[in-house]
Structures are given as structure tokens and as C-alpha cells.
């Protein structure tokens, strides 16, 4: 850290212009005229490279925000592509499946255009507009994903007819430039289709918006037209020269189609501006366009022509002053320009941390300040964006729930010298296992619990469990609205006081963790859209300040998307489709299969028969033998099944000691041989250490059948035959065929 500092000792107070008038009453014109005019000189070029910095800054943050709701968009589309059952839908085309994933995609980003998804040739199988068979090349995207079996995030120009075709409408009937997020679908080492997403950037006013809002500069989207760039998408805001449909300079167009940021001066329109230029390119590497970011140089140019109107009347009067008070005004008046100048210098540098600290009890003493609070501005945005970078490339690295949770406090902590913290999760069930032992799950908004999940600076017996509802912890999840209590006095009471009473509806405030006095606690709710997730709870003995506050807000939003998105991951991976005693499918792939076997069946008049299989006496076995000689029983029996079954049929573990077989493509008469075949089987196996041997009985249902219209139609048949079979002796197979039923023995 650099602190310029200059000081007069002890003067009256007395402003600028008199300084000026007494220095140069005095002093030689042409010396202090030529003084007059190197420094304001200096300091123009000073200024100017300040400008052009600070441009030269924010085109860098404009690029990140460029691409960043089409980096959302794949981040959520690479999630899909590892979904089994999205796979599946792509390779069987499953269009209904495809149609409702495409929906909900729409509806969660509702700032997508378009999107759609493709088969392995590239042809639509379901879009937003319904189009649907047509190959749109998107720039040559789809081509290059398929091609490399990478994600891209680029932008195209696309021409109208493209459009068109894929029902897209456009007023214009030139070319729309689109930012465009493709993900390839990969199955068994092969891209077997693609998702893709749109975002129009013609009159698309998010990037404009979002710059303005951070850095209060104006920008705007070029695309090229021909042999010009025309703007796409400004915001109509006073100092903007730009607006929708302005052409670029020729000069400066030829210097973005080089591929390089174009920083400077230029003038349009007439008017002067400080203006940074970076290149958007398409897939092939080739200038399509570019992003704007630039400020007016009238407030500088004010302060240059009121500077030099002082200088002319300073000088004149001068002429008439000592010089003894005009080596005291000039020192008062040069030393802190030089000053500045060096502020400025640093500044420019690179160096955030310069303070320019001016004590001669006038007017530059307030531009000292005034530029102090300027850099620790600049430095606060930076240090928030840098802040924001480190957060979210942490959390778009992991969907390991525990990882996240654990990781992202102890960066929290990092990133702002937090004194303690917890992370709550709310909890209605008996799943998840929280640092102190807790165990839940989130997702119910119903009444439950705050699990205190990860936690650090406290005491594990001070992190207690507490309601959802109750306490500030509850309030503030409930409301969904951030908690700060501020400036905290070090006597407050801080565990089950009653400061909420006047102003919180009753609620007593219980911290659920506090036993020391810092001077900021915060709470940040964790949710998405209706799915409460839990609560962030910070505190620090420093203090917080706004943009603390700003920070772990946007942290909070982050961290709830991240800890949904593992939430669904786990999920998908817990639907286990397998049985863990027998190694057969569970009764969720038999929800699953029967329901796909049933439909093609019923599409395509094809046979279908399941066969119901119970094991005879199966409770005496484990009354006798002990449950653990029923396990294996039950281990052996689906080996039998497994072994014994055609690659096309799927053997399944229906429940207890009953086991499902889908037979595809078999009608009753073949069902009867197989079912026939495993009876044998099994009746002939020696299950040691049972001597006796073991029987089954067989209910089967078969398709076609009238009665049969559904696949809980279908299970119930095969129950009720495999029903009648022991009923009728055990050891039997029961079905029936064009309404006559069938018993073998």
C-alpha cells in the first residue's frame, strides 16, 4: 500500500482562487503560465489513462457476463446429459419425454429464446416452437459437438430462412446473431444426439442492464452486417451514443476485424468518448461481432476549461502580487497537483490500494478525498468480483453435497475473516448426517427442522437442532429475506432474548449457536423457488459492511442452486434399479420395464406375458431354518432366474419371496414352456442346507387379452392366477388363454 500525504502545517483557511490570486499577483506570467499549462496537461493524460483503465476493466467483466446465462444453460444441460432416463427417451425417441424435459427447461430459463434437441444425425426430435425433423447447423455447432463430443458456448449469426424453418420469427430480414449453448448427449462412447439453447441478442437487454447496474458505464452488442457492425442492443439512457441500429466507424471496425480488443478514443456522432472494443467470434474463429463499453468525456472536459479560465485570471492578477505570498500560494497549489499526478499514476498502475491524503484545508483537501473514496470504490468492485469468481468456479466444480456444504463455509470464511458460521439444513425425514451427528433431508416445506449441517468457531453441544418455524434461524427462512443485526452491543443478551418482540411478531430470537458477543451476526436464507433448503448463518467480530452483506447474499443464492443441483444428482443415483439379496432388478425397474414393454406391445400388437412366481412355504423355511437361510434361498433362487432367462426378458424381485419375469415378445402358449422350464428347474435344485425340495407357483398373464388395459391390469391378472395356484395346491402353474384359464400341474 502507497499513501501519498502532503501537508501545509498550519495556514488559515483560505480558498483556490484566492491562493491563486495572491501566487500569481506576484510571480512572472510566462513561467507560471507554462507551469499552469504542463500540469493541466498531465494531469488530462492522467485522467485519460484513468478512463481508458477503467474501461479497459469493465470490458473484461463484460465479457464474464456476456457469456454467463449461456454458460447457466450448460451447466443445467450437462446435467441432463448424464440422466439415464433422458438417454433412454434420445435413443428410443421418446418425443412426450423429450417434449416435457424441453418445457421445463424453458421454463426455468425463461431467457432462452430456443431450444431444442437433436438426434444423432443432427435432425430435431423436439423444440420450444414445435419444430421439428429440420437440421439446423447453428454456425456449424451441432457439427463441431458431434464432431469432438465437447460442450460449446459460442455465438452464431443465423440466417433468417434457418429461422424459419425452425420457427423462430423475426422482424428484420437480415441475420439474428444468437448466443448459442450446445451439449452433446453421450452413450457408450458415441454422441447419439444433442441439447442446444438460444438467447437472442438483438434488442436482448440483459448485458447492458447488468453492466450498468455494476459499473454505471454504457454498453452495447455489435453484430456484422455486411462491411459494418450494427448495434444490437444498447440501453436508451442519457450519455449513451449508441442505439439500436448505429453503424461502427470503418476505422474501427477494421480494427475489431483483426480479432483484438480495440481500446481508445473516438469520436461519434460528434462526441467524445472513452471506448473499449472486444471481438465476438463464432465457431470458425471468425469476427461476428462486438461488445461495446464507454463513458463521455465531458466531465473531464469541464474541469480542463474551468482549470485554464482560472489559470487566465490568476495570471493576470498575479502581475500585481508579491512574490513572497506567491511562493506560499504556489507551493499550496502545485504541491498537491504533483500529488495527485502521483495518485493518479499509481493508480493507473495497477496499484488499488493509493490513497491520496491532501491536508490544505481547502478544496484539493476535498479532491484527496474524494478520489481516496473513488479507488476504495474501484477496489471494493474488484475485490467483489474476484470474490464472486473464487465462489462460483468452486461451485460449478462439485456436485458432492457433503464437498459443497463443507467447502463453501470454509471459503466463506476465507474470503471475509468470518469469526464462526453454520450451515442449516432443513430436514423432515431420516437421510443425511450433518457434522454433529444430526441426520435429515430437505425439500418438504412442511413443519420440520434446522439440522446445523457444518459449523466452525463454536462448540458442537451449542449447535442445536431447532424448529423450522421458530427463532430467528426459522424467520428467516420462512420469510426468505436476509437477517442483519448490526453494531451489536457487547451487553445484548444474545441466547433466547426477546428483542423481536416489537417489531417481529413475537418471535423470540434463538441463535441456536451463540455463546460469544460479535458485532454482526447475518442470516441468508437457502432456497429455490418454493424448495426450502436451509439457512447460512455468518458472524464476524469485525463487523460487516453493504457489500459483505451484497456479497453473501449472491454467495447464499449460489450456494442454494449448487446444493439443489447435488440434491437431484444424489437423488438420480440413489433410484437404484437393482436388488441388493438377489443381484435382480428391484421393483422400480419393473415399474419401469413392464410400463415400455406394455406400450410397444399395445403399439405394435406385439405378444407380452409376465410370469408371477412365490415360493411354496416359504415362511416355514424361515421359521424353521432362521431368516438367514431364507436370504440365501432367495440369493440362489434369483441366480436360477437369472441364468435361466432370455437376454430380452427381465427377471425382477417383486416383493418378499415373489419374483416378476417380462417375457417381450411371447405369447401364452410360450409363456406356459418357459414357466413350465422354471418350475423344473427350481423343483430340481438342491438349496442346501434345506433337504427337502423346494416348489414354486406360477400365475401368468399374457397380452393380447381383453381385459388387460393397463399394466396394473396386468399385475393384478398374474396375482390373481398366481392367487389361485396355491390356493389350489402349490406347486402349480395357473393362467388363461382367449378367456379359457389353463392349470398345469
Known sequence: MSNIEYSTGFRPKMSIKKKFVL????????????????????????????????????????????????????????????????????????????????????????FASYIGITDNRGSLLASTSGALGFKPSLGGMIFNVFHTGFPVVKTALIRKIVLTRMGIKIANDE???????VVPFIHNGKVIGSIFGLINLNGNGYLPETIYNEYRLNTAVFASVFNTQVCLATLK???????????????????????????????????????????????????????????SNKEYLSIFRKTAFYAVVIIIIGLIMSFIISYFASKDTLNPIFAITKAIKNFTEGDLDT??????????????????????????????????????????????????ISSALNILEELLNLSSGIIYIYEKGTVLTGQDGNIGTYGDNSEGFLIPWKFYG????????????????????????????????ENAVLLKDALLENG??????????????????????????DVNIGVLTVSSIHGFNEEDISFLEHAAKELSVALDNSRLHKKLNELSITD??????????????????????????NSLSILIIDIDHFKSINDFYG??????????????????????????????????????????????????????????FKFTPIEKEITVSIGIASLPDEDIKSVDDMLKAGDDFLYEAKNSGRNRIVGSCSGKKVEID
Open 23 to 110: 501566487s500569481f499577483s506576484l510571480a512572472v506570467l510566462l513561467p507560471l503560465t507554462l507551469l499552469a499549462v504542463a500540469n493541466t496537461f498531465i494531469f488530462k493524460e492522467q485522467t485519460k489513462k484513468a478512463s481508458l483503465n477503467k474501461v479497459k476493466i469493465t470490458l473484461n467483466g463484460a465479457q464474464r457476463i456476456y457469456y454467463s446465462q449461456g454458460n447457466r444453460l450448460k451447466g443445467a444441460f450437462l446435467i441432463s446429459s448424464y440422466n439415464p432416463y433422458l438417454i433412454n427417451a434420445i435413443t428410443h425417441k421418446d418425443i412426450p419425454f423429450i417434449n416435457s424435459l424441453i418445457k421445463s427447461y424453458k421454463d426455468a430459463f425463461g
Open 175 to 181: 441475420s439474428n446473431m444468437f448466443l448459442v449453448t
Open 237 to 295: 439512457i442519457p450519455g449513451n451514443v449508441f442505439g439500436i441500429g448505429s453503424k461502427l466507424p470503418d476505422s474501427i471496425h477494421r480494427k475489431i476485424l483483426e480479432g483484438k480488443n480495440f481500446i481508445g478514443e473516438m469520436n461519434y456522432g460528434g462526441e467524445d468518448i472513452f471506448a473499449a472494443f472486444h471481438p465476438i467470434k463464432n465457431i470458425d474463429d471468425k469476427v461476428i461481432g462486438s461488445i461495446a463499453v464507454f463513458i
Open 355 to 404: 490513497k491520496l491524503i491532501i491536508k490544505t484545508n481547502d478544496e484539493f483537501e476535498s479532491i484527496g478525498k474524494g478520489f481516496t473514496e473513488m479507488a476504495e470504490t474501484v477496489k471494493d468492485r474488484e475485490e467483489r468480483m474476484r470474490k464472486y469468481n473464487i465462489f462460483s468456479d468452486f461451485l460449478v466444480g462439485s456436485l458432492d453435497f457433503e464437498k459443497i
Open 458 to 489: 463454536i462448540r458442537k453441544f451449542v449447535a442445536n437442532k431447532i424448529k423450522a418455524d421458530e427463532g430467528i434461524t426459522g424467520h428467516c427462512l420462512s420469510k426468505k429475506k436476509t437477517v442483519w443485526f448490526h453494531d451489536i452491543p
Open 504 to 529: 417481529g411478531a413475537g418471535k423470540a430470537i434463538d441463535y441456536g449457536f451463540c455463546e460469544v458477543f460479535p458485532k454482526d451476526i447475518a442470516w441468508f436464507p437457502l432456497y429455490v423457488g
Open 580 to 605: 441388493e439379496l438377489t443381484g435382480l432388478y428391484n421393483r422400480r425397474k419393473l415399474n419401469e420395464a413392464l410400463e415400455i414393454e406394455f406400450d410397444k406391445a399395445k403399439r405394435f400388437n
Open 627 to 684: 431368516h438367514k437361510v431364507g436370504d440365501i434361498v432367495l440369493a440362489k433362487l434369483g441366480s436360477l432366474l437369472s441364468k435361466n432367462t432370455r437376454n430380452i426378458d427381465i427377471a425382477v424381485r417383486y416383493g418378499g419371496e415373489e419374483f416378476v419375469i417380462i417375457l417381450s415378445q411371447t405369447d401364452f402358449k410360450n409363456a406356459i414352456e418357459a414357466a413350465k422350464k422354471i418350475k423344473k428347474i427350481i423343483q430340481d
